[in-house]
Structure formats: C-alpha cells, structure tokens
C-alpha cells in the first residue's frame, strides 16, 4: 500500500491573462506516492457551457496532437533532456522526451497513466496517476500547463509561469516547480 509523502499544489496563470471555455482559474496539486508512484490533480473553477471538452473514450490510448483541444500537461526535466505528459479529459494520454529544446522528440516508454475526469456545474477536476522513469522520481524541475479550448475556436493557455512572447510550455522558463524526493516518515 503506498503512502502519502508529500503534496505540493500552485496555481497556474492564463497566458496574457486569455481566459476560454468560462475557466476562471486552474489548480493544480501533486503528491508523490512512494518512489516512481505520482498523483496529480488538475481542477478547472467556472467552467462554463461553451467548454470544449473531447468525448471520453471507452478505451483510454496513447494518442499524438492532444494539445490541439482542451489538454493538461506536465514537463520534468531530466539530465538528459525534459519529458513531456499529456492528459486529456477523454482519458487519452501522450509521453515524449526531448533530448534538448523542442528537438530530439521521441515516444517516451511509460506504463500507461491512469486518467479519470470529474464534471461538476461549475468546475472539472482531472485526476491522473502516473508511474514515473526513475530518473524523474526523485528532485525533478517540473511545469504544469494546460491547454483550455472553447466552443467558438478560441484558446487559453495556463501554465506556472509564462516566458516573454508567445505561450511556449517547453521553455525553461516554466518548469518553476520541484516534484520533489520523496519525503519518509
């Protein structure tokens, strides 16, 4: 049985304050459960009707361009590079390392998340529990982001913090966090 080690919990700020979808603000926490275990919980306040959400999917898969819609994403900085984590609502779910800034892409080998969306009236919470690579389980530099889309084509861009220019999560800039190593008891 694994036990609660820490929580840690930001919030995260709309690119050029843009808000979409009626979100008024993300949440994001996450506890490190044992040594490779991370739990992580996205929550949307003021979600409105004109949200677009993708439709679930019966069986959740690995899937490219998920950031095209309403996604939530998480980024750790590895020696060797950074990793990339994408979650959808649909329960879809995308991983990647890059050998430095936007280059050297490729499929990173992860054990698929577990993803489970909870709608309310007015907010949306995205659970996601995720086996993470050694190498991230311990002090990794991380970034949380998400991606909001609306109805009507328009995006909002949140992240931790935001570089000058353009909304660019892979920028070092946002990995102004620590997972942090596991703290025992």
Known sequence: MANILRENCADLVAHDGVHAGG??????AWQCLDDDLLDLRFVAAGVGDQLALPSPNTV?????????????????????????????????????????????????????????????DHGLTLNITLTLPPKLAQDARVGFSSIIADAAGGKAYWALCHPQGPPDFHHDDCFAARLGAPQRP
């Open 23 to 28: 979100v008024d603000a993300i949440h994001v």
């Open 60 to 120: 959740p898969t690995r899937r490219d361009g998920l950031w095209q819609t309403s996604c939530f994403e998480m980024f750790a900085a590895t020696d060797a590079g950074y990793a990339e984590y994408n979650f959808s609502p649909s329960g879809d779910w995308a991983a990647y390392h890059f050998t430095g800034y936007r280059c050297g892409m490729a499929l990173l080998d992860v054990p698929a998340p577990h993803i489970r969306l909870t709608h309310r």
